[in-house]
């Protein structure tokens, strides 16, 4: 005859098992607390709901705290910093005449005008390739020594650069390029830079950065700073 356990049994089953859900739950929250401490500890203060930021503007808080932020918009924003009005040239084909990055030039770059344009001396000197007259090209072309401002890039974008004559004022003059949105957002554009409109290109800079996974740079580059045939080509 089958033999059924005693009502103490059964209430000793019951809490033995209400303990050991206890426990897991106990020891489940005390995970997910270490967890939060952890994201709380390595994210930026922009995730803690309530705390006082240095500033009210948005853009500093942005560009800050938040890394996609400054992969995405930073040579945008300072293209509307020093050069609003700007007209924007872009080599038919790129990746960066997709519509996010023409309206990136519009909304944070205060562009007058993105044009697609055709140049086969500037896709010459992007694929490091040359054409049939070789001195149509200066493959000595290096916009390192112009670069103003400059983004490390990360998961969300490449690595950029922006690249200015800035006439009379010196590079000493200027914030390190590393730190020139950040400054130019909290201050303006710097002292003797003249803030007027300008002809830039957006184009892919066949120049890694060291330990980055991307393999060039987005560059925005004053069209007076390009080799004399490519401007020829550009004003036709």
Known sequence: ?????????????????????AAILVAAAGINLTQFRSID?????HFSAIHRYPT???????????????????????????????????????????????SRAYSFGQAASVRRVH?????????????????AVESTFDPSPFVIARGDGGEDGPPWAFALDTGAVTRRALPAPERFVPELLATGAPAGLERRPREFVLLEWDQPIAGSEWTHQDLLVEADLLPAPIREELAR
């Open 119 to 135: 140049s086969e001396a500037l896709a010459a000197l992007l694929s490091s390739h040359t054409l049939d007259d070789p001195a």
């Open 41 to 45: 500890d390595n994210t930026s203060a």
């Open 1 to 21: 005859m089958r033999r059924f356990p005693s009502g103490t049994s059964l209430r000793g089953h019951a809490r033995t098992r209400y303990a050991a859900f």
């Open 56 to 102: 009210g503007d948005l853009l500093e808080i942005g560009y800050a705290g938040y890394r996609p932020f400054r992969e995405m918009y930073g040579p945008y924003l300072v293209l509307g910093g020093i050069a609003p009005d700007s007209t924007i040239l872009v080599l038919r084909g790129s990746r960066l005449t997709r519509h996010e990055f023409v």
